[in-house]
């Protein structure tokens, strides 16, 4: 029992990443692969960011009757990571729609199925 | 939506104190939360949300796709050029102490002008991307 309970937040983050990855493979619309992708990619946000928490620690800001804050290397970590998701999402897109243009579809059976018929 | 008043009178209501915000979360990031990532997205946010309201031909005056890539690079050349300045002071590669007169002082120049760089950047590359997609689907 302790160890679901005292580490719910793994639990969590393994159903939500679960979740999304099922997204990826099941889904045959190409925007909501993209978008099982974005969910999995939070659920690494989630873990790394749980894991920087401190047990009743403060928010990382100098304050002068503060003495325990959460670790904040954790969180700039994660701002990159947030920032690299950006960036990836928008180049997933980009290739969505050009295979857009080029097939006419985003359904990934139909653009097997024109590759095979070729 | 061009016809769409409400939305007009409050998107225009609401883009300057979008900006303001952007601007304190800029500019406090060195004290509290905030930074140049959070207030490059805020900032950028404000123009799409014009760009969504009065169109994309309008926010593309304000800010043509010429300026944006110039300050997109301008970003990352204050980024790097903070570092080589340091270098330059005689400290190490992005060693802020060395700016100021003083170690702390150095520390505050240094994250205020490096934290600019990255919103300037992350602003630009923003709208780079949703003009970009804006412009894709249009007839030519």
């Known amino acids: ?118 | 939506m061009k016809h769409n008043l409400i939305l007009r009178v409050i998107s225009k209501f609401m883009i300057p104190l979008i900006f303001l915000f952007a601007l304190y979360v800029q500019f406090h990031g060195d004290f509290g939360p905030g930074g140049g990532f959070q207030a490059g997205v805020i900032f950028s946010a404000g123009i799409i949300l014009y760009a969504l309201v009065f169109g994309t031909e309008l926010a593309q005056k304000i800010i043509p796709p010429r300026v944006l890539h110039f300050l997109a690079s301008l970003g990352v050349l204050i980024y790097a050029g903070t570092g080589v300045a340091s270098l330059i002071l005689g400290g190490k590669y992005l060693e802020y102490g060395v700016l100021g007169s003083n170690q702390v002082a150095g520390q505050h120049l240094g994250i205020l002008v490096i934290e600019l760089g990255v919103g300037i950047t992350v602003m630009s590359v923003m709208l780079i991307i949703f003009f970009t997609f804006a412009e894709r689907g249009r007839p030519e």
Do not use: C
Request: proline share 3%.
């Open chain 1, 1 to 118: 029992m302790e160890l679901i309970i005292g580490h719910y937040n793994y639990w969590l983050v393994i159903i939500i990443m679960m979740a999304g990855f099922y997204t990826v493979i099941s889904q045959g619309n190409l925007i909501k692969k993209i978008a099982g992708l974005n969910v999995f990619q939070v659920s690494v946000f989630m873990l790394y960011i749980s894991i920087g928490n401190v047990k009743d620690g403060a928010a990382p800001i100098i304050e002068p009757t503060v003495e325990l804050y959460s670790n904040p290397l954790p969180h700039v970590l994660i701002l990159t990571a947030i920032v690299v998701g950006v960036a990836t999402t928008a180049l997933g897109l980009a290739l969505v729609v050009r295979i857009k243009e080029a097939y006419g579809t985003i359904e990934e059976d139909d653009i097997h199925n024109q590759d095979h018929s070729l």
